[in-house]
């Protein structure tokens, strides 16, 4: 099966397109180039989440069978370090250019692989069952993710 | 059609797993509990990016094989879609309605595209990574659509906001009734999404769940009346079924449903006993449907709100109480639903003799939860690679599933027909005693209907289209 052949890289080299798409069509919508304000919109939607997307395929590249949940559980996780330690450190930088959130990212990822490696056959008690299985994957990462933020906001100059 | 929408029902679930982590953060977090600011930003974080975790969610849950890939290009194509569609107007904002829309899009394109074994592009892992590329490329194409059609649609759903806001109580009761109706096909997410995270607006957040935690005191209304139900009256319902059962088996119908009953009172998860006996005594799950529109219908009236981040249990009911308004009525409330509940559904059973579990005819099971369970807690699925660690006749792939349930269902020899209907197999076969009732449970089954000699219903689930597929080539 494919699921033999696909493995990390592949996964990345798909975010990376992804990016640069995102970055054409920025390029193609500034006022030098086309100078059609849509492109640059749709351009900058892509490139100004290029931390979240790096998150989501680091964590699926690494997840066995490159599953959904760690993709979500990546995304939740980058969102609750930011915000996490954001609102503990008033002096740090959340903007798309600030290399805060590239950590956030980085981080978020890594920590997303590993909690789905790890977590996605948990069997909870029956009246938690909900939460079990795959389910399980996003929430352990969430607050995994918050004591990043804690770490973070306390540490990041 | 059912079947899509049944599958868009379950997509919806694992976004929906991440909501409890949000309340609890946002509710911890908060100056009248343990007054850690940094949490509550953490847990208002996720209510803020809600709309792309469901498009991440729905796109996973839609994609063969719940490809993460699939996530990546709903993430992009929502936010591609958002972005595109503000340049063109910019008071569009595509919220949770754009976000599913983004979704269930990429669910489906991704199936479509990725399909195509495109040679040499094993290094951008196959036909998905070529297919999250022309979602990207489409997402850009169609958020011009969307910036053009966006203002009618948000037209059509204040239209409809505002009349069900002008129904009132009445429109409560009538999304209760309905909501519950739709339990047995796994729809009911659909129509909570619209209520919980679309209807009306208050300080830029919508939906009754959103306002409710963002301080609309007129919020609630279409949760509150849920919480006598789940903590009170489907618990009452419960213990009529044991008490009613046969003695040589209440007992074992008092751990199934009992553990079920208290799964209900403490988290709000109602479907184990729902499924006990909504196959078994249909009618019966009507009158429950009505009951709670008009439990939602009088709570409403009485102008009782209240909210939660999971669902209408004990947990939610605590950390929500300070956010409640005349919250602590939901318990008086709440003990008259249940009796109402015992003596309904008691008497109804006795007279109309039902078969609720452990009334059944020798033979027969009983049916418990399992539907709305990921595939790994139940056990009903391991991944590939832990397949071809185990040696153990449990470990099951999809292939093996198959397999596994013919040997079940007697061997190929004894099933005669098989079709799925909606989260049944039904069943033709030489005999039904062939059937093992164990085996099947273990394989992740609910119920086990033998009706007569040669034919019998198998609940196993919104996989039961799968896996008639999935059988059907090995008869």
Redesign the interface.
Known sequence: ???K??TFS??L???A??LG?GAI?YWLGLPTVLHV??L???G???LS?YA??LA??I??GM??????????AA??GY??I???????SKSIPTDDKSAFILVAGLTAGVLAGVMYNRF?????P??????????FV??VT??A??FV??IL?HTWR | MLGQLQRIGKALMLPIAVLPVAGLLLRLGQPDTLNIPFMAAAGNAVFNFLPAIFAIGIAVGLAKDNHGLAGLAGFVAFQVLSYGSQAIHSDNNLSYLGAIVAGLLTGWLFNLFSRARVRGLDFLAGGRGLAVILITLTSVMLSLVFGVVWPFVQDAFNTLGHWLAATGAVGAGLYGLLNRLLIPFGLHHVINTYIWFVYGSYHGVSGDLNRFFAGDPTAGGYMAGFFPIMMFGLPGAALAMILAARPERRQAVAGVLGSAAFTAFLTGVTEPIEFAFMFLAPLLFVLHAVLTGLTLMVVYALGIRDGFTFSAGLIDYILNRNHATHGWWLIPIGLVVGVLYFVVFYFSIRIFDIKTPGRELEGAGTAGGGFILDEYQVGAATSREDEENTTSIFGRSSEHRALEYVRALGGAENILEIEACTTRLRLNVKDVEKIDELWLKQLGASGVMKLNRHNAQIVVGTIADLLVDEIKPLL
């Open positions: 099966m494919s699921a052949v696909s592949p996964i080299l798909v975010v397109v992804v798409i069509l304000p849509f640059v919109s749709v900058y939607a892509i989440n979240a997307a989501i395929g964590a699926v997840a066995k069978e490159h599953q959904g949940a760690a993709a979500l995304f939740l969102e609750v930011i915000q996490g330690a954001s609102a503990l996605y056959r948990t069997k909870l029956a009246w938690l069952g909900f939460f079990g299985g795959r389910r996003p929430l969430a607050l993710s918050l933020a804690l906001g």
